[in-house]
Each structure stands twice: as C-alpha cells, then as structure tokens.
C-alpha cells in the first residue's frame, strides 16, 4: 500500500473532528468520528447489518450480472458493423442521457415494490454503459493487425476470436468497472425510494427518519468503503488479466 495512502483519510478525519469538538455545525446533526466509529463498529458485531449488506450485494451483482449478458453481446454485435451501429446511435444516446432515476416510477409501476424494479434499473442504466464500451473496443481494434489476418486466409470467426474479442476486453472491462459503481449507487438510491425491508439505501432511509444519526453516518460508511473494495477488486483483475492492454 502507497504511503500517501493515508493523507487524504487522515485530512478528511481532522476536518471531521474540528467541526464536531468545535461545534461549528450542530453536534445531533454531526457527531464525533468516534461515536460513528463505535457504532461502525456495533452494526457488524450486533449483526444488525449483514441482512442488509447481502441484499443489497445480490441486487447489484444480479444486476450488474444481467446488464452484462446483455451489454456484451450486443455491443460486439453493434461494433462490428457500421451500418447497425449508425442506426443504434440515436437510441443509445437518447436512453444514456435519461437518468435512470427519473425512471423509478416507471419501473415501480411495471415491477412492483419489489427486487425485480431496483434490478431493472441497475440493468437499464449499466447495460448502455458496457454496450457503448463494447463497441469501443471493438472499433479500436488495430486494423493493421486484422488485414493481415485477411491476408492469411482468416475466416471471420478466427478474426473475431483472435483479435477482435481479446483487443475489445480492456475497454469492456473498463465498462464493468464503471458499472459496478454506478450499479451500486443505483441500487441504494431504489432502496430508498422504492421501498424494501433490507438493504443498505434502507438501513440509511430508516436511520434518518428515527434520527439515528450515528447509525446513518455508519451505514453510509460501510457504502463507501465497500464501493472502494469493488472497485479496487475489479482495477486488481483488470491490471492482471488484461496485462496486455496498451502494448
């Protein structure tokens, strides 16, 4: 781990600590980094929050596992030619620049209150990410390298298999990744709107409405640091898979 790993937690928790000890903002409204830590701490040991923490992993793996089945074969598909890829364009950019929250009362009437709507919103959102992704990889793939391949006789399943696929996995991963965070925020922002009886959007919803402030601040803690341990997990498997990336 890099050493000037823990100047930034250690400015933001001075920061913290001055507001609070100073009283420069209301004490209720934000409580010492020791009270929150302490109930960081009580949430894990009381087990008051694991039923939470796994609902909210299963919408966004579940999620993030369909917009991929999705996502993938479709941007290949796309990618790979021009003509279908020109007529997708508009569509494509038309549904990206809908948020995906203005889209919880459709999907709440469609679905219902319960998982299949915060999954279909991970999905909507996510699959256009690695969809445009996708085909960015594919449209960057060296030509150089497919015309010799033409030259050598190569069928086009080869071509795709040989090059196209693996010159297209860096950018599709990139997507992944970016998906995986943007999922994650999806799906707590619809844990607090739509409604359900676990989840961590939920646990914060709850804690704020019986001012448990402390147990909210904990709860929107434990949502940081786990879209942090996400996304490092995925950057770890991108770095080492797709060493080949840029070379």
């Known amino acids: 781990m890099k050493k000037d790993f823990f100047i930034g937690p250690l400015i933001f928790l001075l920061i913290w600590v001055l507001f609070s000890y100073l009283k420069l903002i209301n004490p209720v409204l934000i409580p010492t980094p020791w009270t929150v830590m302490v109930k960081f701490a009580q949430l894990f040991f009381s087990g008051e929050i694991w039923s939470d923490l796994f609902a909210t992993l299963y919408r966004l793996f579940f999620g993030l596992a369909l917009s ?17 890829s020109d007529s997708t364009e508009f569509l494509i950019d038309f549904f990206r620049s809908i948020p995906a929250s203005a889209l919880f009362p459709m999907f709440l009437l469609l679905f219902g209150i319960g998982d299949t709507a915060k999954i279909s919103v991970v999905v909507f959102s996510c699959s256009l990410i690695i969809i445009i992704h996708t085909i960015s990889g594919v449209k960057n793939c060296k ?9 050598m006789k190569a069928n086009k ?19 992944l990744r970016i998906s995986i965070s ?25 804690s704020h409405l019986m001012f448990r402030i402390s147990t909210m601040y904990a709860a929107i803690f434990v949502t940081g640091i ?4 996400l996304n490092k997990i995925f950057l770890l498997v991108e770095t080492r898979v797709f060493h080949w990336a840029g070379k």
Request: glycine share 10%; proline share 4%.
């Open 226 to 229: 786990l879209g942090y341990v």
């Open 68 to 84: 991929t089945a999705i996502g993938i074969p479709l941007g290949l598909l796309l990618g790979s030619s021009k003509r279908l």
């Open 182 to 206: 943007i999922a994650l925020i999806l799906v707590v922002v619809a844990e607090m709107f739509i409604g359900t009886k676990y989840g961590l959007g939920r646990l914060i919803s709850y």
């Open 157 to 175: 399943l080869a071509i795709f298999t040989k090059i196209i696929f693996p010159e297209s996995l860096p950018h599709i991963f990139v997507g």
């Open 143 to 151: 030509e150089a390298r497919i015309r010799v391949a033409k030259v």
